[in-house]
């Protein structure tokens, strides 16, 4: 049980603690979860440069992990495409998702106007979709084979 607090000013109402985004771990090795879920902590306490950041880092680890080569990230995960099966649209938003990271980085943005809770909200989201395809997919699909009648005799 935790308790919430609400404090209310003029027309302002906040939470505490923050309303956090959802995420399921499962089957997502310890690295990846701790990169996406300081994305997460950071985005529930409006740091949304430094939440990007962290899907950035995400990416990083992704790449690590799945043994993806080159010399920058961009390279990474084009080479990530070749290690894992996602569809193109996953694919294709893992590029806007470093590009959003680089812009972080730096005082002057190059592809986004800003960086805000509505540009990490959908950087999390991808980030999350990302890694069911590549972690958890294989295990809800062994669930459900595994809830399949047995052969009779």
Known sequence: ?????????????????????????????????ASLTEAITCHSLECYIASALMVRRTLEELCKDRGATGKNLKERLASLGTKVVLPTELLEALDHLRLLGNDAAHIESQEYDKIGKPEVEIAVAFTKEVLKAVYQYSGLLDKLKGLKKTPGP
Request: charged share 20%.
């Open 1 to 33: 049980m935790q308790h919430i607090f609400f404090v209310t000013n003029n027309s302002t109402t906040e939470c505490f603690p923050p309303e956090r985004l959802d995420f399921d771990a499962t089957d997502i090795p310890k690295p990846l979860v």
